[in-house]
């Protein structure tokens, strides 16, 4: 971890000259004070009310202090927490931690749970956002090495138990986004996952200039397929174009059947038509899979369409394959007049026997109305 410290220091350093070249002070240790009565305005920093534990202390950092807190760690064993807030990306969701049992929300816990970004817990087809107001970042050190990357929204009650936690006030948004890229670029693979999803919260330009690094050619598939998954997922109609832009121009056949799923998920309204493309055009028969299942996926109005071109047109038998499971995933309505239609009329014996299967496990009375057709004939 000492190498991701030192690459930590150098991106702040070619982000922020004015930043790196000032002296770094002391951090500054303070008692807590009583949060009941705590003044906004107050110069000695305070823990934040959604913070629950035990053993919890704030004191406030200068430039160069986030990194010299994790540095300070070194002589110690044990899993302690460093945490810090930083603006949150406008328009952000909530991201914080849901009990599927309650159908609501819960505490976080930073030592697991279910996090989710968020509908603060909504359930239905289509809940309603519930937006973001700050990013709370937990970083667990030990031994002078990040060992968790945590990130809810601030509103979000966290539960720390016993476990020693300090709050750090004041620690600069390029500080963090070099903290994160450096652990991002080197690290584990949950780490990885971790500081990239901490990452795209973060409201300065920064941080997209920093994933969009990631996320190109030259670093490990790993780093690039989670920088695409947060660029879509988290920095809206921006982070989504250039993951459509690497997705397209890209070699691997890998990733780009990675970014079938990253497209599928964004809320742009090209993500439907972009998969259309790729289903018709992509080179590589399991990128058209792919493509097709994900706008089946999606119940797109063009889902129906793109699938049936692909089942008359695709040159790749195993494609047309995918192409029929496709349709079992689309709403019972829609699915099961297509596959019906397939087993009927398609002119491929094996892609007529997948429709067939697929009626198979259906249940639908149409589908098991057609199956004894079959089976009288015989």
């Not at 770094?24 to 009310?49: D, N």
């Not at 990452?199 to 300065?204: G, I, P, R, W, Y």
């Not at 995918?322 to 007049?337: N, W, Y």
């Amino acid at each position: 971890m000492t190498s991701t410290l030192a690459s930590a220091a150098l991106l702040l350093a070619l982000s922020s000259p004015a930043v790196a070249t000032a002296p770094a002070a002391a951090s500054r240790p303070v008692a807590v004070p009583a949060r009941s009565g705590a003044s906004p305005a107050s110069a000695s920093p305070a823990v934040p009310e959604t913070l629950h534990g035990s053993r919890l202390s704030a004191r406030a950092v200068r430039p160069g202090g986030l990194v010299e807190q994790i540095a300070a760690s070194r002589g110690r064993q044990g899993l302690a927490w460093l945490a810090y807030e930083e603006p949150v990306l406008p328009g952000s969701e909530r991201v914080c931690c849901f009990d599927g049992r309650r159908k609501g929300a819960s505490s976080c816990r930073l030592w697991g749970g279910n996090v989710s970004v968020s509908t603060n817990g909504e359930t239905g087809p289509r809940p309603t956002p519930i937006p973001s107001d700050a990013v709370h970042i937990f970083l667990g050190v030990e031994a002078g090495e990040v060992r968790r990357i945590r990130a809810f929204s601030g509103s979000c009650r966290v539960e720390v138990a016993d476990a020693e936690l300090v709050w750090l006030e004041g620690v600069p948004e390029a500080e963090s986004v070099a903290l994160l890229t450096a652990i991002a670029s080197r690290d584990s693979r949950h780490l990885i996952d971790e500081s990239l999803m901490a990452l795209a919260l973060h409201e300065t330009p920064l941080a997209m200039t920093s994933l969009e690094r990631l996320l190109a050619r030259g670093n490990p598939a790993k780093t690039r397929e989670q920088a695409a998954f947060w660029l879509g997922q988290m920095r809206g109609e921006p982070g989504y174009q250039a993951v459509k832009q690497a997705v397209l121009a890209d070699e691997s056949p890998s990733f780009r059947r990675h970014g079938t799923f990253v497209i599928s998920q964004s809320k742009s309204a090209d993500a439907a038509p972009t998969l259309v493309s790729m289903a018709h055009r992509d080179p590589a028969a399991e990128v058209r899979s792919q493509a097709l299942f994900w706008l089946a996926q999606m119940a797109s109005d063009r889902a129906v369409g793109a699938i049936d071109e692909s089942l008359r047109d695709d040159p790749d038998d195993e494609v047309k394959e995918q192409a029929v499971f496709a349709l079992t995933q689309l709403p019972k309505d829609q699915g099961v007049p297509h596959l019906l239609k397939v087993a009927r009329t398609h002119s491929s014996k094996r892609v007529r026997k997948q429709a067939i299967f697929w009626l198979g496990q259906s249940d639908d009375p149409r589908a098991l109305q057609f199956l004894e057709e079959v089976l009288l004939r015989r």
